[in-house]
């Protein structure tokens, strides 16, 4: 039985750990400016306007657009649009149900590929981004139409 130096195994996996939090903050940071600027141009209420018919086709109310498009990219972002609907329309609204439940049910896509895809080093999954959006839109298909 060999013994290992557990404080050099320590550092070790520190700066591995370190590393990988270096490499991971650029696309991450990148993310967090593209959605800055979409807020701050006003490209976000134009999205939410243009989704409009889908969000009528899957069942769910237009005040849920914001949560819909957030979702995908980020979690605090789409908490903020969560705190909007529950502030203008209430918790126990349909928006605020159904926003409840989009936000239970559903992850940070790009955000969650960003960094575990990117911790790994795995550069290339054509089918990850469409599988997953598209799960995503089924589960929003499925509560518009329970809620």
Do not use: H
Not at 55 to 63: F, N, R, V
Not at 98 to 122: D, H, K, P
Request: aromatic share 6%; proline share 6%; hydrophobic share 55%.
């Amino acid at each position: 039985m060999t013994r290992a130096d557990a404080y050099s195994a320590f550092l070790r996996g520190a700066k591995k750990g370190a590393d990988t939090a270096a490499a991971l903050l650029p696309p991450l940071c990148a993310m967090l400016l593209m959605l800055s600027v979409m807020n701050a141009s006003g490209a976000m209420r134009l999205l939410t306007q243009l989704l409009s018919p889908l969000t009528a086709l899957l069942g769910l109310p237009q005040e849920t657009a914001p949560i819909l498009l957030l979702r995908p990219l980020t979690g605090s972002g789409s908490i903020a649009a969560l705190e909007k609907i529950f502030a203008l329309y209430g918790p126990d609204s349909r928006a605020g149900r159904i926003a409840s439940v989009l936000m239970g049910s559903s992850e940070t896509i790009f955000y969650t590929m960003t960094v575990y895809l990117g911790a790994a080093g795995v550069r290339r999954l054509p089918w990850v981004v469409p599988v997953s959006l598209a799960a995503y839109v089924a589960g929003a298909f499925v509560c518009g139409m329970i809620i």
